[in-house]
């Protein structure tokens, strides 16, 4: 359904994209990772014709976004992150204004409406002025319009920033349902979005993908498990009470333990997380040691590691240095050229720190792009 290949973007001298390549097949609900400034958006306005790529190529649903721009946007829906709309008009007026923008007919339209306002739960708002609506009932209506011309697929940029606790969860269950006859990319930080609503995560960071893959096969790529210790630091079986250095050097000399680090706990134990290899299994190892000193153990659990361990890991270090072009002489010209030809050739001047300063004037600038 989408096959990204090689792509990549610079703002002057700044790679914000870096030859990334991923490829999303029909019926997929796909996390798209990274932590801030990684180049989710820009990916996403690339696969959505908001935004030429300097190089690399693009298709979707057989199309290229290149040549093709205007198929491509029939099969995409698309909610951009912080959505402009209109505040002055109504939900329903809104939605018919976009369907007017798509060359959707009055009977198309009252069709395609029963099925949004049931799917993304409208049914309460449809009188309302946009401007007099909640963050995540705006977000619904975000929802509504990409969804509007029955796309096979939803590209969602952050959908639930700025949401509270309990809107994100709404959301999250509305994109679970409209993911279950569609394609979707999701893009977001929120890592237990991605575990509830995705079967598949890409993560991206300093521009480039450094895990694709089921998400139970990147969790594994972390290689680790994680065993959290608690030792009781007022009371012993035998003796006197350990100091909490006492139980760190024992759990240090555990065999398999890579590492042993203090965890913040009250005054009644000694907490610390132990890493050992991937498949290990150290809990008895932990609990005769605890047995032998005489130490009352007050917890232990045994945690493969977390879809945000390998997160953190992989992502660690997302600098702008790193991405300042290092001009390596066999990188093409031609596309160096493509790149002075798109819109933001005016960013060709600015240095790798003015860009990062300029992040807000960026977004500002591609969000009146959208509004166009
Ligand atoms: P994400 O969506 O992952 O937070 P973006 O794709 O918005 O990241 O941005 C990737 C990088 O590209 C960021 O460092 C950002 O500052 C930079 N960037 C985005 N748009 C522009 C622009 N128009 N000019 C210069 N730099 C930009």
């Not at 979707?60 to 992150?81: C, M, N, S, T």
Request: glycine share 8%; aromatic share 6%; with cysteine.
């Amino acid at each position: 359904m989408i096959e990204a290949t090689g792509l990549t973007k610079r703002y002057g001298a700044y790679r914000a994209l870096d030859r990334v390549s991923f490829e999303v097949r029909r019926g997929e609900v796909v996390g798209f990772l990274g932590p801030n400034g990684a180049g989710k958006s820009t990916t996403m306005r690339i696969l959505t014709c908001y935004l030429s790529a300097t190089s690399g190529s693009v298709k979707v649903h057989g199309y290229d976004v290149f040549d093709e721009p205007l198929a491509v946007r029939e099969k995409i829906g698309y909610l951009p992150q912080r959505a402009q709309m209109y505040g002055e008009m109504g939900v329903l007026e809104y939605l018919r204004f976009v369907a007017d923008v798509r060359g959707i007919d009055v009977t198309s339209f009252n069709k395609r409406m029963r099925n949004i306002v049931e799917v993304c739960g409208l049914g309460t708002v449809l009188g309302k002025d946009i401007r007099q609506l909640s963050h995540g009932y705006r977000q619904r209506v975000g929802l509504g319009q990409a969804l509007i011309h029955n796309p096979p697929i939803l590209i969602l940029d952050e959908p639930t920033s700025d949401l509270d606790p309990n809107e994100k969860a709404e959301v999250i269950e509305y994109i679970k349902e409209i993911g279950k006859d569609r394609t979707v990319i999701l893009s977001t930080h929120n890592l237990a979005e991605v575990e509830e609503a995705c079967a598949r995560a890409i993560i991206i960071s300093k521009g480039r993908v450094v895990a694709d893959g089921a998400i139970d096969e990147v969790r594994a790529r972390g290689g680790r498990v994680r065993y959290q210790v608690l030792v009781d630091e007022k009371a012993a079986l035998r003796g006197t009470a350990p100091s909490s250095a006492d139980v760190e050097a024992a759990l240090a000399k555990i065999q398999g333990a890579i590492s042993v680090k203090e965890l913040p706990t009250d005054d009644r134990c000694h907490g610390f997380t132990l890493l050992g290899n991937k498949g290990s299994d150290l809990r008895g190892e932990i609990f005769k040691l605890c047995v032998d000193k005489g130490w009352v153990l007050l917890e232990m659990r045994r945690d493969i590691q977390k879809l945000e361990d390998v997160f953190k890991s992989l992502t660690k270090g997302d600098e702008v240095a790193d991405r300042l072009r290092t001009a390596a002489p066999d990188e093409d010209e031609e596309s160096e050229d493509e790149g002075l030809e798109d819109d933001e050739s005016e960013d060709e001047e600015s240095d790798a720190s003015e860009d990062e300063e300029s992040d807000d004037d960026a977004d500002e600038k591609d969000s009146k792009k959208e509004d166009a």
